[in-house]
């Protein structure tokens, strides 16, 4: 199974792993990181990789961060760009995380990905469109 | 004035500097400056894919860094620049540019520093940078964020380190 790897600026890692345990359980293979603001990037580096270390079972490891171009990011892409089978994805929200939660055993990093990503962008909607969608339909 | 800022933060280009900064200044031209980082192609490659869209990014060494900041070219243009430590501040200086400002953004704990804020810790070599530049008239600031005051911290790196600040 792909091992997932949350990192974020403070807590929010942590808290998406907790909202995520209230609505599927506990999840295998998912670890949290989170970046302190005294932290070096190569502190949070380290981190990344003793949590890739911890969740990778042979199948590669998609690392979720919180946003593009910042810390989390940096340094999840300096490590991922030095070993094979390692995946970061921005953007990280609930329901990306749900959807690994429930759908990833047997698949490889490449189709994990591809269900991250779509999961994490469809699920961006408002309520106006939602119900605009539905009278359509209907 | 080409060089609208010049700021030493670990942490180069991320979160800080492209949410905060860049939408306080009207930023076009990223410059990042460290001999190390220069070096290396992998950091080059991704300190250049985390451009924002409105700014271009370079990775010079100090020495073409300064170069740049005093051809023609660098005229037309607003630039950020962005190095690792104090020293590198210093050897801008000694180069040859002309910076009125030098700010303190995210300096973290490495060997042998010492803590001055949750997210500044100083090196003996780093305060020296500073008291070089701070002699030469140049202000200190240690600013996070562009909303943080712009006030003076050389007093207080000399209050808290005054072993090494003096």
């Known amino acids: 199974m792909v091992g997932i790897v949350l990192v974020s600026h403070g807590s929010m890692a942590e808290g998406m792993m907790d909202a995520a345990r209230m609505i599927v359980g506990s999840m295998e293979s998912v670890v949290s990181v989170s970046l302190k603001e005294s932290d070096a990037a190569e502190d949070l580096m380290a981190r990344i990789e003793t949590a890739l270390l911890e969740v990778d079972q042979g199948d590669g490891v998609l690392i979720l961060v919180d946003a593009f171009g910042a810390s989390p990011f940096n340094a999840s892409a300096r490590v991922a760009m030095q070993r094979k089978n390692v995946e970061v994805i921005t953007g990280m929200n609930l329901p990306m995380l749900l959807e690994l939660a429930v759908q990833r055993e047997g698949q490889d990093l490449g189709a994990v990905t591809q269900t991250a990503l779509q999961a994490g962008t469809t699920s961006i909607r408002t309520l106006s469109q939602t119900l605009k969608g539905n009278s359509a339909a209907g | ?166």
């Open chain 2, 1 to 166: 004035m080409p060089v609208i800022h010049v700021r030493m933060d670990n942490r180069l280009i991320h979160g800080q500097i492209l949410v905060s900064w860049n939408s306080a200044f009207k930023i076009q031209h990223i410059i990042v400056t460290n001999d190390v980082v220069a070096g290396d192609p992998l950091q080059v490659t991704l300190l250049k894919a985390v451009a924002p869209l409105t700014a271009k990014v370079s990775v010079l060494s100090i020495k073409d860094c300064v170069a740049y900041c005093n051809s023609p070219e660098a005229e037309k243009e607003n630039i950020f620049i962005l190095a690792k430590y104090p020293e590198d501040g210093l050897a801008l200086v000694e180069g040859g540019l002309n910076m009125p400002q030098l700010n303190l953004g995210n300096q973290a704990f490495v060997r042998g520093s010492k803590k001055i804020s949750d997210t500044v810790f100083l090196t003996e070599s780093g305060v020296k940078a500073l008291k070089k530049m701070h002699e030469r008239g140049i202000r200190i600031t240690c600013r996070m964020m562009p909303s943080d005051p712009d006030s003076d911290y050389w007093p207080t790196v000399q209050k808290t380190l005054p072993d090494w600040a003096q």
